[in-house]
């Protein structure tokens, strides 16, 4: 079983930053791959960002391929989001995920445990 909690969101105004944060809690925390999705109002829930078990590999949705930057760090069991250039259309709850599958994946199903969500907001 793992739990997980995530932290950092919050409003900013577009083309700034955040950093968001997943707290993950269990002694196996490195034999999970990580992702991070989002869901915005009335839209389903899409897929982000996910990073390897040891984290050297990880794999962006397009829209945010070069402005975020999903990093990991197992000694602290912690997952996180690098968020730059934001813009409105990024406004959503951001919810980290964690996966058995040794592979990355943008499924949802493929992820086992889900953090609450935490919200960002982007102003114009």
């Known amino acids: 079983q793992v739990q997980l909690v995530e932290s950092g969101g919050g409003l900013v105004q577009a083309g700034g930053s955040l950093r968001l944060s997943c707290a993950a809690s269990?002694?196996?925390?490195?034999?999970?791959?990580m992702g991070w999705f989002r869901q915005a109002p009335g839209k389903e829930r899409e897929f982000v960002a996910a990073?390897?078990?040891?984290?050297?590999?990880?794999w962006y949705e397009d829209s945010v391929k070069g402005r975020f930057t999903i990093s990991r760090n197992n000694a602290w069991n912690m997952v996180y989001l690098q968020m730059n250039s934001l813009k409105p259309e990024d406004t959503a709850t951001y919810y980290c995920?964690?996966?058995?599958?040794?592979?990355?994946?943008?499924?949802?199903?493929?992820?086992?445990?889900w953090g609450q969500g935490t919200p960002v907001t982007v102003s114009s």
């Open positions: 995920a964690a996966s058995r599958n040794e592979r990355l994946s943008s499924r949802l199903s493929e992820y086992d445990y």
């Open positions: 269990g002694r196996t925390f490195s034999s999970y791959a």
């Open positions: 990073i390897s078990r040891s984290g050297s590999s990880g």
